[in-house]
């Protein structure tokens, strides 16, 4: 089992839908979790940090952790065609060592 | 302006070179770390260095080297370029025994002729 998981995608929506990302990690011991937005060509960039079980929202991001499930999931509101990108979760697990998943390929068109 | 910042930002050049890519932080950290992204767009983690003592070495042919020679640079210094060198080289950083993100740098574009 891979240490994150995340569909490859592509993920397709329509501007101005919801789009939904998915990440399941395998070390219980996890504490920190965060999702980054990389262009292509570009170097990934941080969009949400999450800690605690629950909801925790951004402008029209919103990160969601279910530490007993070992699950955290990224919601994009009223996605945008400048939303298309790929989505990469990553992990901060027990040993302080950071675990990226695959990511997955959103895709909004206009 | 604080950051990660690495040189050059692209590099092309012939099999068999031997080339170096720089990599600096003024972030403070006491971590840094090199990733390799193929054509696939999987991050994947080579080396990561805290406080100039390497702690991860992933399974990397051993013609790439790391030297860290202070907490707020990390280098890599590859030799012999093969083909399968070409990707897309990411250095990052961040602070230790805290719940902080990594944050990257804009990337080395390697391609082997």
């Known amino acids: 089992q891979k240490e994150v998981e995340q569909n490859s995608g592509p993920l397709s929506v329509p501007e101005g839908a919801i789009a939904s990302l998915n990440c399941t990690y395998s070390?219980?011991?996890?504490?920190?979790f965060f999702w980054y937005r990389q262009y292509s060509g570009k170097s990934p960039e941080l969009i949400m940090s999450i800690y605690s079980n629950g909801d925790k929202e951004d402008g029209r991001f919103t990160a969601q952790l279910n530490k007993a499930s070992q699950y955290v999931s990224l919601l994009i509101r009223d996605s945008q065609p400048s939303d298309s990108a790929t989505y990469l979760c990553a992990v901060k697990n027990y040993g302080q060592n950071f675990v990226f998943g695959p990511g997955t390929r959103l895709s909004v068109l206009p | 302006d604080t950051a990660v910042s690495q040189t050059p930002k692209y590099l092309v050049t012939q099999m068999g070179n031997d080339k170096s890519i720089k990599c600096e932080q003024n972030l403070g950290h006491d971590t840094m770390y090199w990733y390799k992204q193929d054509s696939k767009k999987f991050l994947k983690i080579m080396f990561s260095y805290n406080n100039k003592e390497l702690i991860i070495n992933e399974t990397v042919p051993n013609r790439f080297s790391p030297k860290s020679p202070d907490k707020a640079h990390l280098n890599l210094h590859i030799n012999s370029l093969e083909l399968g060198d070409s990707a897309v080289y990411f250095c990052a950083s961040s602070q230790t025994n805290s719940n902080q993100p990594q944050h990257f740098g804009d990337g080395t574009r390697l391609s082997i002729l």
């Open positions: 070390d219980r011991g996890s504490q920190s």
